[in-house]
């Protein structure tokens, strides 16, 4: 698997506050607990999501000259995530003026107190400073992130940074991303077409081309010198699933084309997801399905979905920012037959048929999250396209079982009146047979059923899904609320009806 790239390194700034009624000595000495528990719990975890740096920064604030004296410090270290540490009480004006003034994610956690013989000298309140610190936030309308119980020891508090490194990930991508668009998004796909406008919201730019230029493009790259160097790539990769090697050329020349195309393109920001037309007109143009490119551009953190999907594409983006591991992007596609139920039922214990579905796309997954996996043809474009020859402007899927193993379905879309809204659903992809084509696996989520009428299909969501291949949802649900999105649907357990739901079911 290539190396992930494309996305930020996050350093964390770490500021303690204290009310000037409080020693400032309590706060400094609970940072510096609070970091050195970071240092330790933070070993040996270089390339996992919580790998970042972490620096202290030495003013205490307890005024505005402070706050002011803390952002230069933030500045010089280089800090792009702030984490306002609440060693006592706190001044809840210079505190949040703190994180309104810095230019990145923030988070605001409270120190627990240590000990029943040290209540007098060595009691912060911190407890109730957080209660005045969310009050302040609200007043200047910052979205801190506050975990979901913000008080703890020097080693809970350092666990609650760690967790804040993704969300702060997330948040610092999204605001350097550029989204290149390839098409129209197609007519069959309407449910593809959303309002782009909440992603300049965000902070997400969006540059939509025709496909022509890509062509042309493309055209240009016909005899790059770099193309024979992505072919041994290529055959490295597939080993004895290289199927059809002669399409290898093609699909190196369009790898090439789509990662000079973002690097001259990409402007003022830092990273890049593309969102292209695939069919059917790609395939009599360019003379190959695009499938297997865009699987190996998302093992390195660069999501191509298809159909134009630009939702699909930011949400396989914050997806891999989440988890540091590859995405897809995958159809919720078909039922799983009674009779395949029935066959794999010692693998099936506590789910309902309703429970489970099939996840299939042509053949767009990375190699590494597939097993089988073979170079094929796109088995629904040959029948419309080349339905009596063998396999040609059809090859480029790259076709297998879906690993097994935990996953996480994930969207973040906007409705047709411009307002965001997202879902999270943990589940698994589960070692059973699909017996059919395409990168396919069989999904079980509890509950999914119902999910899939009330959420999936009461709120209009597309049928492409963002697939983590990891349980995700603490971080997703968590980095959806930093970026506020409030509507957040999620797969609600047996006895918790959905809002429309039929109680008399």
């Known amino acids: ?27 400094e000495k609970r940072r510096r607990a609070v970091a050195a528990s970071l240092a330790r719990l933070n070993t040996g975890k270089a390339g996992c999501v919580c790998a970042a740096d972490f620096i202290e920064i030495e003013t205490i604030v307890e005024n505005e000259a402070d706050a002011l004296a803390a952002l230069n410090g933030l500045k010089d270290a280089g800090a792009n995530a702030l984490v306002v ?10 505190e949040t003026m703190l994180a309104q003034k810095f230019c990145g994610p923030s988070m605001f956690v409270a120190a627990a107190e240590e000990t029943g013989a040290d209540l007098i000298n060595g009691r912060g309140d911190a407890y109730c400073g957080m209660l005045n610190a969310s009050y302040n936030l609200g007043l200047r309308g910052i979205n801190a992130h506050i975990p979901e119980y913000p008080v703890g020891t020097a080693d809970e508090a350092a666990q609650m940074i760690l967790d804040f490194v993704p969300l702060a990930k997330i948040k610092i991508g999204l605001s350097k991303l550029k989204v290149f668009a390839f098409g129209p998004r197609p007519f069959d796909f309407l449910a593809c077409n959303a309002p782009i406008k909440p992603l300049f919201d965000l902070g997400v730019e969006i540059q939509e081309n025709s496909e022509l230029d890509l062509f042309a493009s493309f055209n240009e790259h016909e005899n790059d010198p770099r193309i024979d160097g992505v072919i041994s ?34 402007g003022a920001c830092e990273y890049f997801v593309f969102a292209n037309k695939c069919w059917p007109a790609f395939q009599t143009q360019f003379g190959f399905v695009p499938c297997y490119v865009n699987g190996r551009l998302a093992a390195r953190g660069i999501p ?30 078909n039922t799983v037959p009674a009779d395949m139920f029935k066959e794999n039922a010692s693998k099936l214990s506590g789910f309902k048929p309703t429970d489970l579905f099939m996840g299939f796309h042509c053949g767009n997954t990375s190699s590494c999250m ?51 809204l997202a879902y999270v659903a943990e589940g698994s992809m589960l070692d059973i047979d699909p017996k059919s084509f395409g990168g396919i696996g069989v999904i079980a989520v509890p509950e999914m059923g119902r999910f899939y009428r009330h959420v999936l299909i ?13 349980h995700a949802g603490k971080t997703l649900f968590a980095a959806l609320r930093l970026l506020g999105v409030t509507d957040i649907s999620y797969n609600k357990p047996a006895g918790q009806l959905y809002c429309g739901e039929n109680p008399f079911n």
Request: negative net charge; contains cysteine.
């Open 1 to 27: 698997m290539h190396k992930l790239e494309n996305f930020p390194k996050v350093r964390v700034g770490i500021v303690a506050v204290s009310r000037d009624c409080f020693p400032a000595s309590l706060s």
């Open 85 to 94: 540490y609440l060693g006592n009480f706190g001044p809840e004006g210079p």
């Open 233 to 266: 790539d290529m055959q490295a990769e597939l080993g004895a699933g290289n199927k059809h090697p002669g399409i290898l050329k093609k699909l190196a020349q369009y790898e090439i084309t789509l990662l000079d195309w973002a690097e001259k393109n990409k």
């Open 304 to 333: 191509v979905s298809c159909e134009t999907d630009i939702y699909g594409a930011l949400s396989e983006f914050i997806i891999t920012l989440a988890t540091e591991m590859p995405a897809t992007l995958l159809d919720i596609n």
């Open 370 to 420: 597939m097993k089988n996996f073979e170079m094929k043809y796109q088995l629904i474009m040959k029948r419309l396209l080349e339905p009596d020859s063998e396999p040609n402007i059809s090859r480029g899927t790259l076709e297998g079982t879906l690993a097994a193993g935990d996953v996480t379905l994930f969207r973040l879309q906007s409705s047709a009146d411009a307002k965001l």
């Open 458 to 470: 009461g709120k209009r969501y597309p049928h492409h899904a963002g697939v983590a291949f990891a």
